[in-house]
């Protein structure tokens, strides 16, 4: 069993950056691919980015401008994102799983949810 709590959404203007945290607890966090979701107003939840060892694959709406990265030694993932846009409004949600997937149902493990608002 692994449990996952996002935090460092909030409120930020285009073209500004943020770093969420997702802090995981209970099993071997270095044994999971981690992965970041999100999902907008209306929408279904859509794929961003995700991490297993040093291999990281990106979505290509925030490739070039979103980092995936984790500390094993915190048992915590992060996703940088700079250069925000409007539409990367939504509710940004971590995961956990044996692989690295695109697919939401590969993962085992999802935290909360933390939101994420740009203003333009």
């Known amino acids: 069993q692994v449990q996952l709590v996002e935090s460092g959404g909030g409120l930020v203007q285009a073209g500004g950056s943020l770093r969420l945290s997702c802090t995981a607890s209970?099993?071997?966090?270095?044994?999971?691919?981690m992965a970041w979701f999100r999902q907008a107003p209306g929408k279904e939840r859509e794929f961003v980015a995700t991490?297993?060892?040093?291999?990281?694959h990106y979505a290509d709406s925030v490739k070039g401008r979103f980092t995936i990265s984790r500390d094993n030694a915190k048992n915590t993932v992060y996703l940088q994102m700079n250069s925000l846009k409007p539409e990367d409004t939504a509710v940004y949600f971590c995961?956990?799983?044996?692989?690295?997937?695109?697919?939401?149902?590969?993962?085992?493990?999802w935290g909360q949810g933390t939101q994420v608002t740009v203003s333009s």
């Open positions: 995961a956990a799983g044996p692989i690295s997937s695109v697919i939401e149902s590969r993962y085992d493990y």
């Open positions: 209970g099993d071997t966090f270095r044994n999971y691919a």
């Open positions: 991490m297993r060892g040093t291999t990281t």
